[in-house]
C-alpha cells in the first residue's frame, strides 16, 4: 500500500542549529513529492516540490531537500533555524497523473529553543 | 493574489445536526480537494473535483458526506447527523489542473 511515514513526531532544536526532518514513502513509482508547513491556527503552506530532475531542491524560508531514491527519502533540510520555524511540518507524495491526491505523512511537530 | 478561503473558520455544532463548510478556491483553479485533518489521525483524502468531471468521492468516510462544487468553483462540503467523530479540521486545497495544491485555512468542527 501507499504510504509516508515520518519516524519523528516531535523534534526539539535550539536556535540556530540545524535541522533535518525525515521522511520516508512506499509507492510504486517515483511520485511527486512535496513538504508543507502548517503554523497553529493556519492552512498548508508549501515548502517545497520535487518532480524530476536535480534531486535537491530549494524551497521558501531557506530549506532544502534531498530526494533518494534508492532510499525512498525525501528529507527536509534547514542548516539554521529560527524561533519563527516552529510548527508542524508534513511529507506528501502524489501520483504524477491521475487525481494527484495527496497520502500525507503524519507529521513532524518542530520546537525551536531559544 | 487571493488565495484559498474558507468560511466558517470555527463551527461548533450539536451532535445530530447538519454542517455546511464552504470552500472558495483561487480563481481559475480547476482541480479542488477536501481533506480532513484529525486529531492524532493526520491528513486525510476525501474528495477531489477535476472540472466537469465526476468527482473522486473515494475518500468520503460514510454516506453522511456529500459535496458539490457550483459552476466549477465554490464547493460545499455537507456533513448530515454529525457525530462527535466528526470533529476536526476540513481542509480544502484548489490546484491548477496540475500538481501543486494550495491550501486554505480550514474550517475547526467541533461536534458537542
Known amino acids: 500500500a501507499q504510504s509516508v511515514t515520518q519516524p519523528d513526531i516531535h523534534i526539539t532544536v535550539s536556535e540556530g542549529a540545524s535541522l533535518e526532518l525525515r521522511c520516508n514513502y512506499s509507492?510504486?513509482?517515483?511520485?511527486?513529492l512535496f513538504w508543507y508547513v502548517q503554523s497553529p491556527g493556519q492552512g498548508l503552506q508549501l515548502l517545497l516540490k520535487?518532480?524530476?530532475?536535480?534531486?535537491l531542491v530549494q524551497g521558501i524560508k531557506g530549506f532544502e531537500a534531498e530526494f533518494k531514491r534508492s532510499q525512498s527519502s525525501f528529507n527536509l533540510r534547514k542548516p539554521s533555524v529560527h524561533w519563527s520555524d516552529a510548527a508542524e511540518y508534513f511529507c506528501?507524495?502524489?501520483?504524477?497523473?491521475?487525481?494527484?491526491?495527496?497520502?500525507f505523512g503524519t507529521g513532524t511537530r518542530l520546537k525551536v529553543l531559544a | 493574489g487571493a488565495g484559498v478561503s474558507q468560511s466558517p473558520s470555527n463551527k461548533v455544532t450539536e451532535k445530530g445536526k447538519d454542517v455546511e463548510l464552504r470552500c472558495d478556491p483561487i480563481?481559475?483553479?480547476?482541480?479542488l480537494y477536501w481533506y480532513r485533518q484529525s486529531l492524532g489521525q493526520g491528513l486525510e483524502f476525501l474528495i477531489y473535483?477535476?472540472?466537469?468531471?465526476?468527482?473522486?468521492k473515494s475518500g468520503l468516510p460514510s454516506d453522511r458526506f456529500s459535496a458539490e462544487r457550483t459552476g466549477g468553483s465554490v464547493s460545499t462540503l455537507t456533513i448530515q447527523r454529525t457525530q462527535q467523530e466528526d470533529s476536526a479540521v476540513y481542509l480544502c486545497?484548489?490546484?491548477?489542473?496540475?500538481?501543486?495544491?494550495?491550501f486554505g485555512p480550514g474550517t475547526r468542527l467541533t461536534v458537542l
Open positions: 520535487y518532480f524530476s530532475g536535480d534531486t
Open positions: 480563481s481559475g483553479h480547476t482541480a
Open positions: 506528501a507524495v502524489a501520483p504524477t497523473s491521475g487525481t494527484y491526491k495527496y497520502i
Open positions: 509507492y510504486g513509482a517515483t511520485p511527486y
Open positions: 486545497a484548489s490546484s491548477p489542473s496540475s500538481d501543486t495544491q494550495y
Open positions: 473535483f477535476q472540472g466537469n468531471s465526476a468527482p473522486d
